[in-house]
């Protein structure tokens, strides 16, 4: 059975949630702070259409908003250079250890599991951002998740995700296969969810959540395609990133195999035409004049 990272584990007992159980399998560092601020704006700008904010949501002075998986801050960071000060910004993650050291007064940033927001929010944000939690929350995580992320935004107010995980829809051969089921095989044994991407949508009307809808953008794998090579470094960013935990799968015999792998996916996709991976956005919304939340 695979050894959860007990850094993370001593952050999670910060957030006050004796019940979480950190499974995350990226590192919190300076390289990987890098990787995620540059995952962030590609994935702004080519699944996004370049909108921070892609919700209904009319954002006014004293509003609110809560982005839960915060990470770096990027986006929380980005979107304060667009809109007014009196919109107050707060980022929650689990670990403190990405955080920045400087932003605007109006942005702060606070480690908390979002399985166990503080009382207090009950009702407190206009929108809510989170994204790629795929390789963080369990199965029995997701429902306390998206429960706390309910009562914690106002009536009327916005939820909007992305996710993906390791179920694309068209492989461009049984190299990429390898990598993808190694990648499902970890998550398996860390006990997330393998295909969130596809039932996230249930998930959140059983939240309570109405008006969900799904957009899945699917993004080039294959040369001579709009965004691929920035695509391609994102993907393989994420497998690097997460090299270690894949080594512990028992999937691969040394590292040196590992990187072998992964070269032979690259050139994989160099000579396939017709390769793409999914990314699943969601957009939700509260229920107007909600009592009791």
Known sequence: MLEVDTSSNREAKKTGDPNFHSVYILPANEPERERLNQQSRFMTK???????????????????????ATGTGIWLLDLARELPTPVALTGIDISSRLFPTNYPSNVTFSSQSVTNLPESWSNKFSLINQRLLTGALTKEQWPNALNELYR??????WIQLMETGPTPKVYSGPKMRRMVDSWASLYRLRGLVTDIQDILEQLLSEAGFVEVKKQTVPLPLSPGREDYEEHKKNIVGFFLAAKQPFLMTGQFES???????????????NLSSQCWWEWAVFHAKKKENTEGM
């Not at 080519?46 to 839960?68: C, H, M, R, W, Y």
């Not at 195999?257 to 032979?264: C, I, Q, R, S, W």
């Open 46 to 68: 080519a699944v996004f259409g370049g909108k921070l904010i892609s919700t209904q949501t009319n954002i006014s002075p004293g509003d609110e908003i809560l982005e839960s």
């Open 152 to 157: 914690v935004l106002q009536p009327g107010g």
């Open 255 to 269: 590292e040196g195999e590992f990187d072998e792998a992964l070269k032979e996916m690259q050139d994989e996709w």
